[in-house]
């Protein structure tokens, strides 16, 4: 089954109603997708375990209820770990599509915390938010009248929360865990956004631009992800920017546009969301037609506007077990031929990139 799906030109707002009816990041509903997969080696004598965490998009969502892209970015992180190590690398996903932060931390990494307690966990990795900001865009494109900006302020607020809370978990359960990741979040619907809402600003006067409303607040949030992780000792993939920025330097500012969206450690969050929603605005581009060069572009973002895209198959939400899909030698430079040319692809190189280097 392929990762790409091809229904552009549909609507945000009807995919994300008609899309499912369980795991839908618009609606309240929620289901667990949990799965374990092992990455075997040829020869290798010994066993360690990826913890992953979150929403539909470490699950590997793709409008299935009980099966999962194989391939999702934790599964690509752990089959990188797998050469490293030389081991056998078990990919346990606890994650439930459509749940907010609070559902992520409360039954994921709270009440699930055994999966990272175990003593042959190496890497612990989560993310969480979007659909706190799906629903609260969801909420403010169904308004009328005078808008609220309040529910974007909720998500926000109980975002931030929630990444802190998490890394506190996460660092009292995963005591043997070497390193500790947030993936931030990137833009869907970046440019089916950009329209004006139904209700009315009252501080201007005039309907709002949805994209120009909503930037600001993902960037808030992701340098909080980045900003939290520094204080809690862990990493920040940052996934907005290898998703929503080009891999050449489209400006001429000498760096490859990505680079130049990356958070910047020390950077206050007013600068950085500056940086992102208007120095380097033009370089924020919709991840549905990601740029790897001037000429040549890859779909991150499947047709329901929403969810990466993934090479390969799917699997059931179950257990299971498979060779590495790349021999060594096809890893260069530690990428696989497909590192840039999918969406769970690119976001599980950038979690791999802080992968120990020794079991």
């Known amino acids: 089954m392929s990762g790409r799906r091809s229904m552009r030109g549909i609507p945000l707002a009807a995919v994300l109603v008609v899309s499912v009816a369980f795991g839908g990041e618009a609606l309240a ?30 699950a590997g ?22 050469k490293t190590f030389n081991a056998h690398i078990q990919v ?40 706190d900001y799906l629903q609260a865009r969801s909420n403010l494109s169904g308004q009328s009248g005078t808008c609220n900006f309040g529910v974007l302020d909720t998500a926000l607020a109980n975002c931030t ?22 993936s931030n979040i990137y833009y869907p619907g ?44 862990f990493k920040c993939a940052d996934s907005f920017a290898e998703y929503m920025g080009a891999d050449y330097d489209s400006n001429g500012d000498g760096l490859k546009d990505s680079d130049g969206l990356r958070y910047q450690p ?10 992102i929603s208007v120095t380097l605005r033009s370089t924020v581009r919709d991840a549905n ?17 929403t969810h990466p895209t993934y090479f390969k198959g799917t699997v059931g939400t179950g257990s ?16 696989n031929p497909e590192w840039n040319k999918w969406g769970h692809e690119k976001m599980g190189w950038i979690l791999s990139t802080f992968d120990p280097v020794a079991p």
């Open 266 to 275: 020390g950077e206050s969050e007013a600068d950085y969301v500056n940086r």
């Open 29 to 58: 509903n929620t289901i667990n997708q949990n799965s374990s997969w092992t990455i075997n080696r040829a020869g290798a004598t010994s066993t360690y375990r990826v913890v992953a965490y979150g929403d539909s998009i470490f």
């Open 320 to 335: 299971g077990s498979s060779a590495p899909d790349f021999t060594d030698a096809q890893v260069v430079n530690g990428q």
């Open 190 to 233: 970046y440019d089916a956004d950009n329209v004006l809402t139904n209700c009315t600003d009252a501080s201007t006067g005039q309907k709002a631009n949805k994209q120009a409303k909503f930037l600001p607040y993902l960037a808030k949030s992701n340098w909080r992800a980045c900003n939290l992780a520094a204080q809690h000792g």
């Open 289 to 305: 037609a990601h740029f790897a060069s001037a000429g040549t572009s890859f779909d991150y973002i499947q047709s329901d506007n």
């Open 92 to 131: 346990v996903r606890r994650t439930k599509s459509g749940a907010k932060a609070n559902d992520i931390y409360n039954n994921k990494i709270v009440a699930e915390r055994s999966y990272m307690q175990a003593s042959n966990v190496r890497v612990v990795m989560f993310e969480m938010c979007g659909n």
């Open 61 to 82: 969502y793709y409008g299935g209820l009980f099966a999962v892209a194989r391939r999702a970015a934790p599964y690509v992180e752990g089959e990188y770990l797998a």
């Open 161 to 182: 929360n929630y990444m802190g809370l998490a890394m506190q978990a996460i660092n009292q359960y995963a005591t043997t865990a070497q390193v500790k990741v947030i």
